[in-house]
């Protein structure tokens, strides 16, 4: 099949069909919606020729954020399973994602209490200005607690049960939060189970701020990544200055992990079934499994919010239900492939 | 002054107090029984631990002084065993072997390239530069990962066991490249748990307790009464012509 390709035109496929992908899904995703729009009134939209505020308003923030959203957890899985060597280990493996449930629940509960203004449909429409930027802190302060317990980043293994802790403790603390007060909490809920229905303009411009400090980084040290899959003993001896290193690309990978939960909630799969699809095509050079990753991240999760939206009209799924439903099986699937071969 | 030299390190873990030289253009073969601290001894002198007390000298200078890139271009380290990245073809592999030279930064030039070709030649492993490491076998995955560890053209070699889990012919010519490459005037210094390929080296050092116990030229240091207190009494010692042969007659 592909393999008898010369592999530099094999990897050209791969980005040329990333990108048609993304293409794609950004037209599609356009078009489709609780509405159908034809092709050239999303054009004439987009254009400015004529004013479409489901198109500029609605569709093309959802669509870009779900783009933004996805090439981040994408690239920030394959980052984790690259430094942790771990093709399992996932974007939320430092805690990220239940500090930012616990920090939005904390914010819906308590202005939910201060405030009777701020009743279960307040909070929903409250959520996309201020409640991701408490997803965020959460988030941030969850991964750096992580750290401090692990005792930085020198132990790998401690890092990950670190990580595992932090996150049952403020996943228990959300759900006795909501316990407390479950009509409030209702929309908080929605956002949890990943949804990009809150991602506006606000939201598309934090995420693109987010990945314009995060990815550089990460592409350009693709080749350190390489050289840890030698283990941190070899990469140390090549001269690496190791642990500034790992500190900058956790960093980076969870700055992106933040900002996708902040504004899209915990959404699942794609962090790992990306990077992992990606490895089989492209092997596991991550100067290549990174930006390919972000492209491939990006149309996947626009493609499933289309189908989130449209599935069944005229209500919506969260999003992170529609990946989880199918990100589950089919990873099984690509286990039991992988199993038949080997 | 050339030469790698361990002076007086005790600790970390089994280390007591080890004096060790391993000069240009030797090899050295590290011998001694399990838990003896050759593991530790050949990572400290490589600069991945830190001595409790003692140091290192790296060409009569303080491994330190080198600067982690200055040591990394001066000595190459190949641990036992993996990781391995399976997924990464065999040239991207040695050409990380060239880090110490390029920095986080630099960008491959010619001498660069030079580098890496002669170190795929040099370990017989240029046919499969274009191939995936995980699709090699066991003996053809070490020829990578030595033109690794070579690649950065390095003055000393220190190897962790290069030998274990080969089959005799891939064994024969990882032995077979290690004297070649002292020839070239690298210092190269091997772990080993097989006494026969310590035969082959230029000296041999015995680590038992935590100190060295013995060193000097194999037919000198691998004798029947040392190799019996450190493997037991049914350890038997014959000369092949000049060459010291260990067998086992339990």
Redesign the interface.
């Given at each position: 099949m592909t393999l008898s390709l010369p592999?530099a035109v094999r990897r050209g496929l791969v980005f040329a069909w990333l990108l048609f992908l993304l293409l794609g899904a950004l037209v599609l995703g356009l078009a489709f919606g609780a509405v159908a729009l034809p092709p050239e009134a999303v054009v004439r939209a987009l254009l400015g020729l004529e004013e479409n505020p489901i198109v500029t308003e609605l569709r093309l923030p959802r669509v870009l954020g779900g783009m933004l959203v996805g090439g981040a957890l994408a690239v920030s899985g394959a980052a984790f399973q690259g430094l942790f060597?771990n093709p399992l280990a996932d974007p939320y493996l430092m805690g990220s994602a239940s500090g930012a449930a616990f920090a939005v629940t904390l914010f819906a509960v308590l202005l939910g209490g201060l405030s009777p203004a701020f009743a279960q449909h307040a909070v929903f429409q409250h959520l996309p200005f201020s409640a991701t930027f408490f997803g965020f802190l959460g988030a941030l302060l969850a991964t750096l607690l992580t750290l401090v317990l692990a005792g930085g980043v020198a132990r790998t293994g401690e890092l990950v049960l670190a990580g595992v802790v932090v996150g049952s403790v403020l996943t228990g603390l959300t759900t006795y939060l909501m316990m407390q007060d479950a009509d409030r909490v209702r929309a908080v809920f929605a956002y949890t189970l990943g949804n990009l229905a809150f991602v506006g303009w606000a939201g598309v411009r934090a995420l693109a701020l987010a990945l314009l400090l995060a990815l550089p980084p990460l592409f350009?040290?693709g080749?350190?990544l390489?050289?840890l899959?030698?283990?941190e003993?070899?990469a140390?001896?090549?001269?690496?200055?190791l642990e500034g290193?790992k500190l900058l690309l956790l960093g980076a990978a969870s700055l992106l992990t933040a900002s996708a939960v902040a504004q899209a909630g915990i959404i699942g799969f794609v962090g790992l079934v990306v990077p992992h699809m990606l490895?089989r095509l492209l092997?596991?050079?991550y100067r290549l499994l990174l930006p390919a990753s972000a492209l491939g991240g990006g149309a996947l999760l626009a493609l499933a919010d289309l189908l989130a939206r449209t599935l069944a009209r005229p209500a919506e799924l969260p999003v992170g239900v529609v990946t989880t439903l199918l990100g589950g099986p089919f990873f099984l699937y690509l286990m039991w492939r992988r199993r038949g071969r080997a | 002054m050339g030469g790698l030299e361990a002076r007086g390190i005790v600790g970390p873990f089994a280390l007591k107090g080890v004096d060790l030289l391993l000069r240009p253009g030797e090899w050295l073969a590290l011998l001694g029984p399990n838990g003896s601290g050759k593991t530790t001894l050949l990572?400290a002198m490589?600069?991945?631990l830190r001595p409790r007390r003692g140091e290192v000298l790296l060409e009569g200078r303080p491994l330190r002084v080198h600067?982690?890139?200055?040591?990394?271009?001066l000595?190459?380290?190949?641990?036992q065993g993996?990781?391995?990245?399976?997924?990464?073809?065999v040239e991207?592999?040695v050409r990380?072997?060239r880090?110490?030279h390029l920095?986080?930064?630099g960008r491959e030039g010619r001498e660069d390239r030079e580098a890496v070709d002669w170190a795929l030649e040099v370990t017989g492993a240029s046919a499969f530069r274009?191939r995936?490491l995980g699709t090699l076998s066991g003996g053809e995955r070490q020829r990578v990962l030595l033109a690794?560890a070579l690649a950065?053209r390095p003055r000393y070699l220190l190897l962790d066991e290069p030998t274990t889990f080969l089959d005799l012919e891939h064994q024969g010519a990882v032995v077979g490249l290690l004297r070649r490459l002292a020839g070239m005037g690298l210092g190269v210094l091997s772990v080993l748990h097989d006494p026969n390929q310590a035969a082959l080296a230029h000296r041999v050092a015995v680590l038992e307790g935590g100190r060295v116990v013995a060193e000097g030229r194999p037919e000198a240091v691998l004798q029947e009464p040392l190799l019996a207190r450190l493997y037991g009494p049914g350890v038997r010692v014959v000369r092949l012509g000049e060459r010291p042969h260990v067998y086992l007659d339990p």
């Amino acid at each position: 099949m592909t393999l008898s390709l010369p592999l530099a035109v094999r990897r050209g496929l791969v980005f040329a069909w990333l990108l048609f992908l993304l293409l794609g899904a950004l037209v599609l995703g356009l078009a489709f919606g609780a509405v159908a729009l034809p092709p050239e009134a999303v054009v004439r939209a987009l254009l400015g020729l004529e004013e479409n505020p489901i198109v500029t308003e609605l569709r093309l923030p959802r669509v870009l954020g779900g783009m933004l959203v996805g090439g981040a957890l994408a690239v920030s899985g394959a980052a984790f399973q690259g430094l942790f060597r771990n093709p399992l280990a996932d974007p939320y493996l430092m805690g990220s994602a239940s500090g930012a449930a616990f920090a939005v629940t904390l914010f819906a509960v308590l202005l939910g209490g201060l405030s009777p203004a701020f009743a279960q449909h307040a909070v929903f429409q409250h959520l996309p200005f201020s409640a991701t930027f408490f997803g965020f802190l959460g988030a941030l302060l969850a991964t750096l607690l992580t750290l401090v317990l692990a005792g930085g980043v020198a132990r790998t293994g401690e890092l990950v049960l670190a990580g595992v802790v932090v996150g049952s403790v403020l996943t228990g603390l959300t759900t006795y939060l909501m316990m407390q007060d479950a009509d409030r909490v209702r929309a908080v809920f929605a956002y949890t189970l990943g949804n990009l229905a809150f991602v506006g303009w606000a939201g598309v411009r934090a995420l693109a701020l987010a990945l314009l400090l995060a990815l550089p980084p990460l592409f350009l040290l693709g080749r350190v990544l390489n050289a840890l899959q030698l283990g941190e003993e070899t990469a140390k001896s090549l001269g690496l200055p190791l642990e500034g290193l790992k500190l900058l690309l956790l960093g980076a990978a969870s700055l992106l992990t933040a900002s996708a939960v902040a504004q899209a909630g915990i959404i699942g799969f794609v962090g790992l079934v990306v990077p992992h699809m990606l490895r089989r095509l492209l092997g596991e050079d991550y100067r290549l499994l990174l930006p390919a990753s972000a492209l491939g991240g990006g149309a996947l999760l626009a493609l499933a919010d289309l189908l989130a939206r449209t599935l069944a009209r005229p209500a919506e799924l969260p999003v992170g239900v529609v990946t989880t439903l199918l990100g589950g099986p089919f990873f099984l699937y690509l286990m039991w492939r992988r199993r038949g071969r080997a | 002054m050339g030469g790698l030299e361990a002076r007086g390190i005790v600790g970390p873990f089994a280390l007591k107090g080890v004096d060790l030289l391993l000069r240009p253009g030797e090899w050295l073969a590290l011998l001694g029984p399990n838990g003896s601290g050759k593991t530790t001894l050949l990572k400290a002198m490589a600069g991945l631990l830190r001595p409790r007390r003692g140091e290192v000298l790296l060409e009569g200078r303080p491994l330190r002084v080198h600067g982690s890139y200055g040591r990394g271009r001066l000595l190459a380290y190949l641990p036992q065993g993996g990781p391995y990245p399976e997924g990464l073809l065999v040239e991207e592999v040695v050409r990380l072997g060239r880090l110490p030279h390029l920095g986080l930064w630099g960008r491959e030039g010619r001498e660069d390239r030079e580098a890496v070709d002669w170190a795929l030649e040099v370990t017989g492993a240029s046919a499969f530069r274009g191939r995936l490491l995980g699709t090699l076998s066991g003996g053809e995955r070490q020829r990578v990962l030595l033109a690794r560890a070579l690649a950065g053209r390095p003055r000393y070699l220190l190897l962790d066991e290069p030998t274990t889990f080969l089959d005799l012919e891939h064994q024969g010519a990882v032995v077979g490249l290690l004297r070649r490459l002292a020839g070239m005037g690298l210092g190269v210094l091997s772990v080993l748990h097989d006494p026969n390929q310590a035969a082959l080296a230029h000296r041999v050092a015995v680590l038992e307790g935590g100190r060295v116990v013995a060193e000097g030229r194999p037919e000198a240091v691998l004798q029947e009464p040392l190799l019996a207190r450190l493997y037991g009494p049914g350890v038997r010692v014959v000369r092949l012509g000049e060459r010291p042969h260990v067998y086992l007659d339990p």
